[in-house]
């Protein structure tokens, strides 16, 4: 006897034995039941979610002699019949190779004759979005009014390329994905048939390989299982064949980004090449692992939004210490677009290489997420006293050869301790005499002021990380920088427009902010009240005449 693939062995022969799709397989049999079976269905959803089966189970349901509770009873005439394919009342087109017009016209001539057994002619049109518009233009009407004994089914996995006047005359049925659960069930059910040993966690990774596709697990287990044949199936020996890599390098690869380690990156690249992984694979894999970090640290309850063990949840939880949120954020971003760019690639290797060293290295970016990343290197650094006065990033060096001292293309950076520090052990101090409301207005917005930057989003946020309120003579108000390339980067891009306008709103008056560059031998700044003439306590003013 010939072969049958796992998929065609395995498809459900009724409703109950269809898994993942509840909603839709009730709402069919309840139909049946009830006797109010429509015209026209459209079945959309993405591959291998069992469209066609249950497709299929319905047009032999309606045409059944002996239904039992809606669902077919796969032993009487017309079951069998439409099952072996040789019923003239169950007609399949694959629209994706019969999409012209003449097709849609046979179909139109033929609905006129009523069926010679059973009760419904049932059309199913697979890929129907593959119809030409001339096509669809003649299904059209037979598709509204069609004869009472007449059924139409249209599968696709592209509804958005379905004509709306189409759309209109179908019930539209949306299939899900499946479950990774319920696909790792029905895979182990299936092996114990198939007197296939295999290991839960290799079970559970090609049900997560298949995509929520029925089909493609099915596909991807047969594989696995012919290589390895009369032999265990391990977890290891799936990774080997679907060109997978474990979580386990994952972890390795992230602590090397961490340590901004590109020589050890590329060596564990080359061993996962040598491997002979698919590289596609590795960067779906890696983003997906990245994900669940994040949902680890933003997610109250993120046991229940992964699906592992409880080994593999805590080690991720320890791993996602590591990073913080944004950073966790900006890795993602990053795979998300290499992703994408990397099907159509020739040199796939080549562009992992530059997205690694891109996590690696923030100055690569030039986008504000970038600048952010570099900031947040900085604040590092200086909590861990480290000095900045190369006028460089963390761990770069100076480019051009120049003195530490000197402004290479770069704003000079100034350790803020050290600036902090110097500043406070200098005992020259200004004196500015400012009026009442000046005053008011100073003290307001100095009282507040740790509030109004910790309410700022994470850009501005962390330029105004560690400055302070002052008042200066000619500019008023200001806000005093003691790092240069903060400084500079708050007074572009209209950022302090965005303060000021702020502000204006949440004091209910016009206020205008400015900033200033303050270095450690510059003097303090005292703001006292203006002094008011003894006894009086009107404002003085001139009396028209």
Known sequence: MAYTALYRKWR??????????????????????????????????????????????????????????????????????????????????????NNGVD??????????????EGKYRVYIIDEVHMLSPGAFNALLKTLEEPPSYVIFILATTEVHRIPITVLSRCQRYDF??????????????????????????AIQYVAKAADGSMRDALSLLEQCISFYYGQELTYEKVLDVLGAVDTGVFSQLLRKILEQDVAACVSLLDEIVAGGRDLGQFVTDFTWYMRNMLLVQTADHAEDALDMSADNLEALKEEAKRLDV???????????????QIRFAVSKRVLIEIALIKLMKPAMETDLEGLHARIRALEDLVAR?????????????D???????????????????????????????????????????????????????????????????GTSISYDPAKGICILFTNKFNYAAMNIQGRMEELNALLSQQ???EFHITTKLVGATDPKTKVVRGTRLPGIEMDIGMEEE
């Open 176 to 201: 899900k994905r499946i479950s990774n659960e319920i696909i790792a069930d029905q895979i182990a059910r299936l092996l114990k048939e198939e007197h296939v040993e295999a290991e839960y966690r």
């Open 103 to 116: 097709n849609i016209r046979e179909i139109r001539d033929e609905v006129q004759y009523s069926p010679t």
């Open 326 to 340: 944004d950073t966790l954020m900006r890795y993602i971003r990053i795979f998300s677009e290499l992703s994408s």
């Open 385 to 397: 006293g480290g000095n900045l006065g190369n006028g460089g990033l963390p761990g770069q060096s």
């Open 399 to 465: 480019r051009t050869g120049g003195s530490a001292g000197e402004n290479n293309g770069t704003f000079p950076l100034q350790n803020s301790a050290e600036a902090f520090q110097s500043s406070a052990s200098n005992e020259e101090e200004l004196v500015v005499e400012v009026s009442e409301a000046q005053y008011a207005d100073y003290e307001q917005v100095s009282r507040d002021w740790n509030k109004i930057v910790a309410g700022q989003g994470c850009l501005i946020g962390s330029l105004l990380k």
């Open 12 to 97: 459900p022969n009724c409703f109950e034995d269809v898994r993942g799709q509840e909603h839709i397989v009730r709402t069919l049999k309840n139909q049946i039941l009830s006797g109010r079976i429509g015209h026209a269905y459209l079945f959309c959803g993405t591959r291998g979610t069992g469209k066609t089966t249950i497709a299929k189970i319905f047009a032999r349901a309606v045409n059944c002699e002996h239904p039992i509770d809606g669902s077919p009873c796969n032993a009487c005439a017309a079951c069998r019949a439409i099952a072996a394919g040789s019923s003239m009342n169950v007609v399949e087109i694959d629209a994706a190779s």
């Open 507 to 509: 004091y209910q008056r």
